[in-house]
Protein backbone atom coordinates (compact mmCIF):
# COMPACT_ATOMS: atom_id res chain seq x y z
CA UNK A 1 0.00 0.00 0.00
CA UNK A 2 1.46 3.54 -0.83
CA UNK A 3 0.24 4.86 2.68
CA UNK A 4 3.17 5.04 5.57
CA UNK A 5 2.62 2.04 8.13
CA UNK A 6 0.70 2.74 11.26
CA UNK A 7 -1.32 6.18 9.55
CA UNK A 8 -4.58 6.06 7.82
CA UNK A 9 -4.92 6.37 4.25
CA UNK A 10 -6.05 9.58 2.49
CA UNK A 11 -9.37 10.64 2.89
CA UNK A 12 -9.87 10.01 -0.87
CA UNK A 13 -8.24 6.52 -0.70
CA UNK A 14 -11.44 5.83 1.99
CA UNK A 15 -13.76 6.86 0.01
CA UNK A 16 -14.69 3.23 -2.04
CA UNK A 17 -14.86 1.79 0.89
CA UNK A 18 -17.40 4.25 2.61
CA UNK A 19 -19.25 4.30 -0.81
CA UNK A 20 -19.29 0.72 -1.32
CA UNK A 21 -21.02 0.84 2.40
CA UNK A 22 -23.54 2.81 1.56
CA UNK A 23 -24.39 0.92 -1.60
CA UNK A 24 -24.59 -2.08 0.45
CA UNK A 25 -27.15 -1.27 2.24
CA UNK A 26 -29.08 0.61 -0.33
CA UNK A 27 -29.03 -3.05 -2.33
CA UNK A 28 -30.21 -4.43 0.55
CA UNK A 29 -33.41 -1.91 1.09
CA UNK A 30 -33.52 -2.35 -3.04
CA UNK A 31 -34.34 -5.84 -2.81
CA UNK A 32 -36.51 -5.39 0.35
CA UNK A 33 -38.89 -2.54 -1.35
CA UNK A 34 -39.11 -4.97 -3.96
CA UNK A 35 -40.44 -8.13 -1.91
CA UNK A 36 -43.08 -5.14 -0.61
CA UNK A 37 -43.85 -4.05 -4.20
CA UNK A 38 -44.89 -8.20 -4.67
CA UNK A 39 -46.95 -8.24 -1.87
CA UNK A 40 -48.34 -5.22 -2.04
CA UNK A 41 -49.40 -5.92 -5.27
CA UNK A 42 -47.62 -2.74 -6.72
CA UNK A 43 -45.85 -3.74 -9.60
CA UNK A 44 -47.99 -2.29 -11.89
CA UNK A 45 -48.94 0.34 -9.79
CA UNK A 46 -46.96 2.85 -12.49
CA UNK A 47 -48.39 1.89 -15.80
CA UNK A 48 -45.75 3.09 -17.71
CA UNK A 49 -41.84 3.17 -17.61
CA UNK A 50 -39.25 4.78 -16.87
CA UNK A 51 -41.42 7.45 -15.48
CA UNK A 52 -45.00 7.18 -13.92
CA UNK A 53 -47.93 8.24 -14.57
CA UNK A 54 -45.74 10.43 -17.02
CA UNK A 55 -44.52 11.87 -14.42
CA UNK A 56 -41.06 12.35 -12.34
CA UNK A 57 -42.88 12.28 -9.34
CA UNK A 58 -46.81 11.50 -10.04
CA UNK A 59 -48.15 13.94 -6.86
CA UNK A 60 -52.21 13.42 -8.10
CA UNK A 61 -52.10 9.42 -8.05
CA UNK A 62 -49.67 8.80 -5.28
CA UNK A 63 -51.42 6.50 -2.89
CA UNK A 64 -49.31 3.26 -0.88
CA UNK A 65 -49.12 0.98 -4.07
CA UNK A 66 -47.83 4.11 -6.13
CA UNK A 67 -45.07 5.59 -3.85
CA UNK A 68 -43.97 1.95 -3.25
CA UNK A 69 -43.42 0.95 -7.01
CA UNK A 70 -41.93 5.00 -7.22
CA UNK A 71 -39.87 4.83 -4.36
CA UNK A 72 -38.15 1.14 -5.62
CA UNK A 73 -37.62 3.04 -8.94
CA UNK A 74 -35.45 5.90 -7.39
CA UNK A 75 -33.63 4.10 -5.20
CA UNK A 76 -32.08 1.77 -8.57
CA UNK A 77 -31.82 5.05 -10.09
CA UNK A 78 -29.79 6.06 -7.20
CA UNK A 79 -27.86 2.78 -6.33
CA UNK A 80 -26.66 3.11 -10.56
CA UNK A 81 -25.71 6.43 -10.00
CA UNK A 82 -23.20 5.33 -6.81
CA UNK A 83 -22.07 2.23 -8.77
CA UNK A 84 -20.98 4.22 -11.62
CA UNK A 85 -19.22 6.38 -9.32
CA UNK A 86 -17.34 3.68 -7.60
CA UNK A 87 -16.30 2.34 -10.45
CA UNK A 88 -15.18 5.33 -11.60
CA UNK A 89 -13.13 5.87 -8.25
CA UNK A 90 -11.80 1.93 -8.34
CA UNK A 91 -10.77 2.85 -11.93
CA UNK A 92 -9.09 5.94 -10.86
CA UNK A 93 -7.48 4.21 -8.16
CA UNK A 94 -6.52 1.17 -9.46
CA UNK A 95 -2.61 0.96 -9.40
CA UNK A 96 -2.75 0.89 -5.46
CA UNK A 97 -5.86 -1.46 -5.71
CA UNK A 98 -6.05 -5.13 -5.82
CA UNK A 99 -7.21 -5.84 -9.39
CA UNK A 100 -10.16 -7.43 -8.12
CA UNK A 101 -11.80 -4.28 -6.75
CA UNK A 102 -11.84 -2.68 -10.30
CA UNK A 103 -13.26 -6.18 -11.79
CA UNK A 104 -16.37 -6.21 -9.00
CA UNK A 105 -16.91 -2.91 -9.58
CA UNK A 106 -17.07 -3.10 -13.45
CA UNK A 107 -19.31 -6.44 -13.33
CA UNK A 108 -21.42 -5.10 -10.51
CA UNK A 109 -22.02 -2.01 -13.17
CA UNK A 110 -22.99 -4.09 -16.14
CA UNK A 111 -25.14 -5.68 -14.04
CA UNK A 112 -26.83 -2.67 -12.80
CA UNK A 113 -27.54 -2.19 -16.99
CA UNK A 114 -29.32 -5.95 -16.68
CA UNK A 115 -31.03 -4.92 -13.78
CA UNK A 116 -32.29 -1.92 -15.79
CA UNK A 117 -33.51 -3.34 -18.85
CA UNK A 118 -35.73 -6.42 -16.22
CA UNK A 119 -37.21 -3.96 -14.64
CA UNK A 120 -38.31 -2.30 -17.70
CA UNK A 121 -39.54 -5.59 -18.85
CA UNK A 122 -40.78 -6.22 -15.65
CA UNK A 123 -43.65 -3.27 -16.64
CA UNK A 124 -43.76 -3.68 -20.06
CA UNK A 125 -44.36 -7.73 -19.52
CA UNK A 126 -46.97 -7.13 -17.15
CA UNK A 127 -45.39 -8.94 -14.54
CA UNK A 128 -43.81 -12.39 -16.49
CA UNK A 129 -43.03 -14.48 -13.63
CA UNK A 130 -39.30 -15.37 -15.43
CA UNK A 131 -38.71 -12.03 -15.98
CA UNK A 132 -39.96 -11.07 -12.03
CA UNK A 133 -37.85 -14.06 -11.11
CA UNK A 134 -34.48 -12.95 -13.04
CA UNK A 135 -34.51 -9.30 -11.74
CA UNK A 136 -34.67 -10.59 -8.15
CA UNK A 137 -32.08 -12.73 -8.99
CA UNK A 138 -30.10 -10.12 -10.23
CA UNK A 139 -30.61 -8.08 -7.10
CA UNK A 140 -29.39 -10.39 -4.83
CA UNK A 141 -26.43 -10.97 -6.90
CA UNK A 142 -25.44 -7.45 -6.70
CA UNK A 143 -25.69 -7.17 -2.85
CA UNK A 144 -23.95 -10.41 -2.81
CA UNK A 145 -21.10 -8.55 -5.01
CA UNK A 146 -20.71 -5.33 -3.33
CA UNK A 147 -20.50 -6.74 -0.12
CA UNK A 148 -17.88 -8.92 -1.59
CA UNK A 149 -16.82 -5.85 -3.16
CA UNK A 150 -16.82 -3.86 0.47
CA UNK A 151 -14.85 -6.64 1.98
CA UNK A 152 -12.00 -6.84 -0.49
CA UNK A 153 -11.69 -2.83 0.17
CA UNK A 154 -11.60 -3.36 3.83
CA UNK A 155 -8.74 -5.49 3.81
CA UNK A 156 -6.66 -3.38 1.55
CA UNK A 157 -6.96 -0.49 3.94
CA UNK A 158 -7.41 -2.20 6.95
CA UNK A 159 -5.39 -5.37 7.13
CA UNK A 160 -5.82 -8.18 9.11
CA UNK A 161 -4.01 -11.18 9.69
CA UNK A 162 -6.29 -13.56 9.60
CA UNK A 163 -4.42 -15.78 7.15
CA UNK A 164 -1.60 -16.46 10.29
CA UNK A 165 -4.72 -18.67 11.62
CA UNK A 166 -4.35 -22.11 11.29
CA UNK A 167 -8.05 -22.34 11.95
CA UNK A 168 -8.81 -20.61 8.65
CA UNK A 169 -7.07 -22.97 6.56
CA UNK A 170 -8.69 -26.22 4.72
CA UNK A 171 -12.13 -26.62 3.39
CA UNK A 172 -13.93 -24.18 6.14
CA UNK A 173 -12.45 -21.36 4.11
CA UNK A 174 -14.64 -22.40 1.57
CA UNK A 175 -17.98 -23.02 3.78
CA UNK A 176 -18.90 -19.58 3.58
CA UNK A 177 -19.12 -19.45 0.22
CA UNK A 178 -21.06 -22.61 -0.32
CA UNK A 179 -23.18 -21.58 2.37
CA UNK A 180 -23.72 -17.49 0.51
CA UNK A 181 -24.52 -20.48 -2.93
CA UNK A 182 -27.11 -22.06 -0.72
CA UNK A 183 -29.01 -18.76 0.58
CA UNK A 184 -28.67 -16.89 -2.99
CA UNK A 185 -30.63 -20.33 -4.51
CA UNK A 186 -33.06 -20.34 -1.83
CA UNK A 187 -33.85 -16.88 -2.13
CA UNK A 188 -34.56 -17.24 -6.44
CA UNK A 189 -36.70 -20.15 -5.49
CA UNK A 190 -38.41 -17.99 -3.41
CA UNK A 191 -38.66 -15.77 -6.14
CA UNK A 192 -40.08 -18.44 -8.25
CA UNK A 193 -42.56 -19.30 -5.46
CA UNK A 194 -43.61 -15.44 -4.95
CA UNK A 195 -43.78 -14.33 -8.88
CA UNK A 196 -46.13 -17.49 -9.51
CA UNK A 197 -48.07 -16.74 -6.37
CA UNK A 198 -47.20 -20.99 -5.54
CA UNK A 199 -47.37 -20.55 -1.85
CA UNK A 200 -50.96 -19.39 -1.65
CA UNK A 201 -52.15 -21.71 -4.54
CA UNK A 202 -50.57 -24.94 -2.38
CA UNK A 203 -52.23 -23.49 0.80
CA UNK A 204 -55.65 -23.23 -0.46
CA UNK A 205 -56.15 -25.24 -3.89
CA UNK A 206 -53.07 -28.05 -3.29
CA UNK A 207 -51.68 -26.56 -6.81
CA UNK A 208 -47.44 -26.39 -7.54
CA UNK A 209 -47.14 -27.80 -4.06
CA UNK A 210 -43.83 -29.28 -5.50
CA UNK A 211 -41.92 -25.59 -5.50
CA UNK A 212 -42.81 -25.14 -1.57
CA UNK A 213 -41.52 -28.41 -1.09
CA UNK A 214 -38.17 -27.98 -2.92
CA UNK A 215 -38.29 -24.28 -0.97
CA UNK A 216 -38.58 -26.33 1.93
CA UNK A 217 -36.24 -29.17 1.18
CA UNK A 218 -33.28 -26.20 0.00
CA UNK A 219 -34.01 -24.37 3.25
CA UNK A 220 -32.90 -26.97 5.27
CA UNK A 221 -29.66 -27.75 3.62
CA UNK A 222 -28.86 -23.69 3.93
CA UNK A 223 -29.78 -24.21 7.53
CA UNK A 224 -27.41 -26.54 8.57
CA UNK A 225 -24.92 -24.97 6.40
CA UNK A 226 -25.23 -21.57 8.24
CA UNK A 227 -25.34 -23.13 11.56
CA UNK A 228 -22.47 -24.42 10.96
CA UNK A 229 -20.17 -21.27 10.91
CA UNK A 230 -20.96 -19.73 14.55
CA UNK A 231 -20.42 -23.64 15.82
CA UNK A 232 -17.14 -23.76 13.82
CA UNK A 233 -15.93 -20.40 14.95
CA UNK A 234 -16.61 -20.73 18.37
CA UNK A 235 -14.81 -24.81 18.73
CA UNK A 236 -11.55 -22.89 16.86
CA UNK A 237 -11.82 -19.64 18.16
CA UNK A 238 -11.78 -17.52 14.73
CA UNK A 239 -10.44 -13.87 15.06
CA UNK A 240 -13.18 -11.28 15.75
CA UNK A 241 -14.09 -10.04 12.58
CA UNK A 242 -14.71 -13.87 11.17
CA UNK A 243 -16.24 -14.60 14.17
CA UNK A 244 -18.76 -11.76 14.45
CA UNK A 245 -19.91 -12.01 10.93
CA UNK A 246 -20.31 -15.90 11.31
CA UNK A 247 -22.33 -15.48 14.90
CA UNK A 248 -24.34 -12.68 12.68
CA UNK A 249 -25.48 -15.44 10.16
CA UNK A 250 -26.14 -17.51 12.16
CA UNK A 251 -28.53 -15.21 13.75
CA UNK A 252 -30.09 -14.44 10.97
CA UNK A 253 -30.28 -17.91 9.44
CA UNK A 254 -32.82 -18.89 12.72
CA UNK A 255 -34.70 -15.74 12.57
CA UNK A 256 -35.32 -16.70 8.39
CA UNK A 257 -36.46 -19.60 9.25
CA UNK A 258 -38.67 -18.83 12.24
CA UNK A 259 -40.03 -15.82 9.79
CA UNK A 260 -40.27 -18.53 7.09
CA UNK A 261 -42.73 -20.72 9.41
CA UNK A 262 -44.93 -17.83 10.69
CA UNK A 263 -45.28 -16.92 6.96
CA UNK A 264 -46.26 -20.17 6.42
CA UNK A 265 -49.04 -20.70 9.35
CA UNK A 266 -50.30 -16.95 8.56
CA UNK A 267 -51.45 -18.04 5.01
CA UNK A 268 -49.17 -14.79 3.83
CA UNK A 269 -51.86 -12.89 5.67
CA UNK A 270 -49.50 -10.40 7.26
CA UNK A 271 -47.29 -8.28 4.63
CA UNK A 272 -45.29 -6.96 7.30
CA UNK A 273 -43.93 -10.68 8.06
CA UNK A 274 -43.23 -11.72 4.11
CA UNK A 275 -41.62 -8.30 3.77
CA UNK A 276 -39.17 -9.20 6.88
CA UNK A 277 -38.56 -12.49 5.71
CA UNK A 278 -37.02 -10.59 2.38
CA UNK A 279 -35.16 -8.38 4.30
CA UNK A 280 -34.06 -11.11 6.22
CA UNK A 281 -32.76 -13.15 3.16
CA UNK A 282 -30.67 -10.34 1.75
CA UNK A 283 -29.03 -9.15 4.99
CA UNK A 284 -28.06 -13.22 5.23
CA UNK A 285 -26.68 -13.39 1.92
CA UNK A 286 -24.72 -10.36 2.37
CA UNK A 287 -23.48 -11.35 5.21
CA UNK A 288 -22.44 -14.86 4.22
CA UNK A 289 -20.50 -12.83 1.16
CA UNK A 290 -18.70 -10.59 3.40
CA UNK A 291 -17.26 -13.36 5.22
CA UNK A 292 -16.48 -15.36 2.25
CA UNK A 293 -14.32 -12.59 1.56
CA UNK A 294 -12.89 -11.89 4.79
CA UNK A 295 -11.45 -15.93 4.75
CA UNK A 296 -9.78 -15.37 1.35
CA UNK A 297 -8.25 -11.98 1.86
CA UNK A 298 -5.60 -10.48 -1.09
CA UNK A 299 -2.17 -9.47 -0.36
CA UNK A 300 -1.76 -5.98 0.92
CA UNK A 301 -0.94 -4.31 -2.35
CA UNK A 302 -1.60 -5.37 -6.04
Known sequence: MSSSAGLAPPPLHRAPLLLSTHLVVALVALVTLGGATRVMEAGLACPDWPLCYGSVLPTAEMNIRVFLEWFHRLDAALVGLGLLLLTALSWGQRQRLPPAVTTLATTAMVLVGVQV???????????RFDIVTAHLATGLLLVALLSLLRQRLRLTLEPLPLHRDGALTGPWRWWPTTAALLVYLQCVLGGVLASQWATGRCLQLLQGCHWLTTHRLLAGAALLAVVALPLKAAA???????????????????????????????????PLVTIAHQLGAALLLSVLTSLAGLLHPLPSSP
Not at 237 to 259: D, I, T
Open 117 to 127: ALGALTVTRLL
Open 236 to 270: AAWPHPARHLAFAAGLLVLLQAGLGLLTLHLHLSQ
